[in-house]
């Protein structure tokens, strides 16, 4: 066996465990939402296509990715009719830090996040976790400025939200529940 083969071997994915759904518990930070609508369109790709991905998760069962996967395999009776209750997972040891922050890198490629939940997460991995602005910035596909926006208190009392420019991976503040939405919509209104 080559070198290379042998580091392949030793990847994540081949140490996928299939688990009970509803022995796995959603991380408190992460930024991200689905719309209803999207999250019908995940449904059916389990349905149509199986499990395409592992949920990540750690030693203690914490969800780093794949939260609405594993919320559909408790909910779902199609998807629990076919999986009884089961998701591919792959376990990380990791700390909290590194599990929010790959949290982030994975939600960043495939979705959008609420920056005042970013703002919290950002305090916590400075203030807690002792990451540097500049090396966090890099670590979470962020620039510099950003970092420190999100890391000050309160900003976005403070800024005029309604005028502000964000990445197009970013929306300003949590709004109400509306039917568009499963948990959370957004908003740019103060």
Not at 33 to 52: C, P
Not at 114 to 121: H, P, V
């Amino acid at each position: 066996m080559s070198k290379a083969h042998g580091s392949i071997m030793n990847d994540p994915i081949n140490r996928v465990v299939w688990m009970n759904a509803q022995q796995l518990n959603p991380n408190n930070y992460n930024p991200n939402f689905v719309y209803n609508s999207e999250l019908k369109s995940l449904e059916r790709n389990i349905l149509e296509f199986g499990f395409v991905q592992p949920v990540i998760i750690t030693k203690k069962n914490i969800i780093i990715d794949g939260f609405h996967r594993v919320m559909l395999s408790q909910t779902s009776k199609k998807i629990i009719e076919k999986y009884q209750h089961k998701v591919p997972c792959v376990i990380f040891d990791v700390p909290r830090d590194k599990a929010m922050i790959l949290t982030v890198r994975m939600n960043r490629a495939k979705g959008s996040h609420i920056a005042a939940k970013m703002s919290e997460m950002v305090r916590e991995l400075i203030d807690t976790h002792g990451w540097e602005v500049k090396k966090l910035g890099k670590q979470l596909g962020a620039t510099k400025s950003e970092v420190e926006l999100l890391y000050q208190e309160g900003v976005f009392k403070m800024r005029d939200i309604k005028n502000h420019e964000y990445s197009k991976a970013w929306y300003p503040k949590i709004k109400e529940k509306d039917e568009n939405t499963t948990k959370q919509n957004i908003s740019t209104s103060s």
